[in-house]
Nanobody
């Protein structure tokens, strides 16, 4: 049973950058990044298929966020640039069985503990 551990959150001024990491205890092929702000639903931010490096992005972050993986495919990253106050949220990485929709939280069977990102 895979475990996910996130790191890299913090506080930054608008226009700044942060990089989140998500270390998996075993190779996981389809992974995603989600965020949830207080009082809002959890939303998909980015997804990655580690077998071929294919990536997906929500419209709200395209051109600003980039997800990638390390060579061992056991750690994924979310590079966040040009951050805006509306990006403030708890960010989660998650793992799913490939073949479903990367956008749907219920497709994911394992979640990290979350890391807070605050943009002021």
């Amino acid at each position: 049973h895979v475990q996910l551990v996130e790191s890299g959150g913090g506080s930054v001024q608008a226009g700044g950058s942060l990089r989140l990491s998500c270390a998996a205890s075993s190779t996981t092929y389809c992974m995603g990044w989600f965020r949830q702000a207080p009082g809002k639903e959890r939303e998909a931010v980015a997804g990655i298929v580690t077998t071929d490096g294919f990536t997906y992005y929500a419209d709200s972050v395209k051109g600003r966020f980039t997800t990638s993986q390390d060579g061992a495919k056991s750690t994924i990253y979310l590079q966040m640039n040009s951050l805006k106050p509306e990006d403030t949220a708890m960010y989660y990485c998650a793992a799913r069985r490939c073949g479903g929709s990367w956008l749907k939280p219920h497709e994911y069977h394992t979640w990290g503990q979350g890391t807070q990102v605050t943009v002021s």
